[in-house]
């Protein structure tokens, strides 16, 4: 089978199925429409989720295909337009045939001008039939671009994490790791520049001789982190084809233009725009349950609504990924010999606490939470008792009631306040404010 490609009879069937390859193309492009527009809000609020709750993993995966699917639905939403007019211009040709310019009666100057610009009907289908091709194939090619600027981010932070961090490294030794960390870094990231404009620059270090010698190395690293193998074939293909070149290029500025569009905003205030976090003279949806929309998350701490009609309120507090640092900075024992925050498998599960150590810590850790979390109104505090609970966005964290039957009817300030240590003294600080009102039924 690796040498059908020489055999005539397969190159023969390469060129009937290139011919009726529109059908395919079609075909994929509105399934894969329909199923990327289905889940890319899906995507877009898993992502958003993600961010809020500080899983940057997770974030960073959910960016990349949100990314993915954004070029694939602007760039086969092209394809199917274009590949329509093509539809149309071949079912006009049956109709009409080729451009008659003599039947137009136009004048010698204006004929001349288009039978150059315009030319023949024939050639102007043949242009179509190659935007689209181009544009279908490059839209998957495009994919694997993204991915592997996302594969080398990641090796450039797996180095620093192995080598350069003290907290993660591997290599308790601070010279050797210094000396294998650094090179490994310098050497990633000016591969990964000298990759980036060779890509610019359509292949120029490959074609000085002596610069290919020095650049050999570094193609060959970046191959193999890039996954290259999988998509280089179809990288030359366009390379060699002047066509396929310019129209990747034009794509560029095109998504350029896309990004800005998209980025534009219509500013009403000069002083009250974008993201407004909750203070006395602010109040964002985020921070009260009953205004959050479908894709929008707990911003740090919540209470129910903003008036409040009974004589408690709840509150409650999403947990990240500080909590734990929040946690050992007062009480050192329940900092754990190996910390297991970030991402992990449920395929191997290994805990060698007992079920009585393992609750006797979590019901220290809820203690020592409820001693570095307060609660105050203006500026009384109240009694509040966090639990672990999960909201009605199903995010993670800790919840307390407050009774309120002697509050004044009213707008009053809600404080989280957290205690931390800063040059071995303890402040409280303002962890989150949020204004609401109190009408008692």
Avoid at 31 to 39: D, M, Q, R, S
Wanted: aromatic share 16%.
């Amino acid at each position: 089978m690796s040498q059908d490609h020489n055999n005539p009879a397969f190159k023969k069937l390469l060129q009937k199925l290139q011919e009726e390859s529109w059908q395919l193309e079609l075909l994929i492009s509105g399934f894969a429409i329909f199923g990327l527009f289905t889940a890319f809000p899906h995507i877009t609020i898993a992502a958003k989720a993600a961010q809020n709750d500080g899983k940057i993993y997770s974030w960073i995966i959910l960016m990349v295909v949100l990314v993915s699917c954004a070029i694939l639905i602007f760039n086969l939403l092209l394809h199917v337009v274009l590949r329509g007019l093509w539809i149309g211009a071949l079912g006009l040709r049956y109709v009409s045939g080729d451009i008659d310019y003599d039947e137009l009666n136009y004048s010698e100057k204006f004929t001349k001008y288009l039978k150059k610009k315009v030319g023949s009907f024939d050639r102007y289908i043949a242009k179509l039939e190659n935007y689209c091709s181009i544009i279908f194939a490059i839209s998957f090619m495009l994919i694997f671009y993204v991915l592997a600027f996302t594969f080398t981010i990641i090796s450039i932070v797996v180095i620093a994490r192995l080598f350069l961090d003290d907290s993660s490294r591997i290599i308790e030794n601070d010279a050797i790791s210094y000396w294998i960390g650094i090179p490994l870094m310098l050497f990633f990231v000016i591969g990964m520049l000298f990759t980036f404009l060779d890509f610019l620059t359509l292949g120029w270090f490959k074609k000085k001789k002596w610069l290919s010698k020095i650049y050999f190395p570094v193609y060959w690293v970046f191959s193999k982190i890039t996954l290259a193998f999988l998509y280089r074939p179809l990288v030359y293909n366009f390379l060699d084809n002047k066509f396929g070149r310019r129209v990747s290029m034009a794509l560029v500025p095109i998504y350029v233009l896309i990004l800005v569009g998209a980025s534009l905003r219509y500013k009403t205030s000069n002083y009250f725009n974008g993201e407004l976090s909750s203070n006395s003279i602010i109040a964002s949806n985020e921070n009260y349950e009953d205004m959050l929309d479908e894709d929008d998350f707990i911003d740090n701490v919540a209470i129910e609504s903003k008036v409040i009609k009974d004589k408690y309120m709840k509150v409650f507090m999403v947990l990240d990924d500080d909590f734990d640092d929040y946690v050992f900075s007062f009480n050192k024992g329940l900092k754990p010999e190996k910390d297991i925050r970030g991402l992990d498998s449920d395929v191997f599960v290994m805990n060698s606490l007992s079920w009585n150590q393992r609750d006797s810590l979590r019901r220290a850790y809820v203690k020592t939470l409820n001693e570095i979390f307060t609660v105050r109104i203006d500026s009384v505090k109240f009694d509040s008792e966090f639990i672990v609970s999960r909201s009605i966005k199903n995010q993670k964290g800790f919840e307390t009631y407050v009774g309120l039957k002697n509050l004044t009817e009213g707008k009053h300030l809600l404080h989280v306040m957290r205690k931390r240590i800063r040059k071995q003294d303890t402040q409280n600080w303002y962890y989150e404010s949020i204004p609401f009102w109190y009408f008692p039924n």
